[in-house]
């Protein structure tokens, strides 16, 4: 979706950049000749690369014909095929987009603009229907995307308005120290939360989402990608602040463990019995446990901490490009 077209920018050219314009793919293709065209007329200087993901229609003949250069992943998921395209292709600016249709490719240009002058790692395009297109963004999709994105934000602390957005533009820096563990739609909550983890600059801009054409259908599953998102924010917030979590688990126990103690203890001082063996075993065993969820807190956030340092280093052997301006 072409849309606002923008030529008039502080940027003057990016011919002494490299940049990739990435589109994984999978049966897109009633709309990949159109979204490669559009970026090839909006960035005539970035190389268009489409990652075929085990798609059964004409996407490669339609997206080779438009002047892709066409690559293949036969692991399926948007994340197999994020991991696949950040270890092959090397770029001063990566342009993340879906093959379907429905991203502003005009915005592009801007988008450019910040992360270059602002020197950001990632701009994230985020998603605003337009009041002639309503059916563009799905409800399901739209509450779904609101509720992952604030449990995100309470979890990491962060400032976030479209988490799951899949318009993102990267520095060279943020690509090459991001380790793509994912497999499927969650790779845009790794994105988040390994800009966040690195305190990476970044930043979100407003762009226009449409619909997919008729007959072209979306490959996000709401409930059960849902859940995997969910899962996976859960999970990096384990990776990346295990004190905090193991911190509340231990908190919730001992908090058990001494109101179920405290009376006993008080019979105990009164009379020199212990009149309830069951609930004073298990008033021990639940501090037992706290202790340990504790212990297990303290080495896994030395842990964390040293593949914290790890990615930073990675992150830093990469300079960032200096913006031209006119």
Known sequence: MLENY????????????????????????????????????????AKVYVYDNR???????????????????????????????????????YVLADGDNTYEVGAVWRLIERLLVDRLDMVVGIRRVSSKDTAAYRPGHRSG????????????GARLIDML????????????????????????????????ELKMPFAEEPTVYGSRPEGSTSKLR???????????????????????????????????????GIPILKTFLETGLVPRFPTAILAASLMILAFLSLTCGLILDSVARGRQEAKRIAYLAYPLPEPELE
């Open 165 to 196: 957005s899949g318009y993102r533009l990267f520095s060279r820096r943020f690509v090459k120290s991001f380790p793509a563990l994912s497999s499927g739609f969650e790779i845009e909550t790794e994105f988040t939360v390994h800009a966040l």
């Open 222 to 260: 709401t409930l059960t990608d849902g859940w995997r998102i969910l899962g996976t924010a859960l999970l990096l917030f384990k990776e990346v602040r295990p004190f905090l979590l193991f911190g509340i688990v231990c908190l919730f126990l001992a908090s058990i463990s001494i109101a179920l």
């Open 6 to 45: 923008v030529t008039e920018t502080k940027i003057p050219s990016l011919k002494n950049y490299r940049v990739a314009v990435l589109l994984p793919c999978r049966n897109e293709g009633l709309t990949i000749a159109q979204v490669v065209k559009d970026f090839r007329e909006t960035l005539p200087e």
């Open 145 to 156: 995307n609101l509720f992952l994105t604030g449990f995100v934000k309470f979890l990491f």
């Open 55 to 93: 798609s059964t229609d004409n996407t490669v003949e339609e997206a080779k014909a438009a002047g892709a250069i066409v690559r293949y992943e036969p692991n399926p998921g948007k994340g197999n095929v994020v991991r696949r395209m950040f270890a092959d292709i090397e770029a001063d600016i």
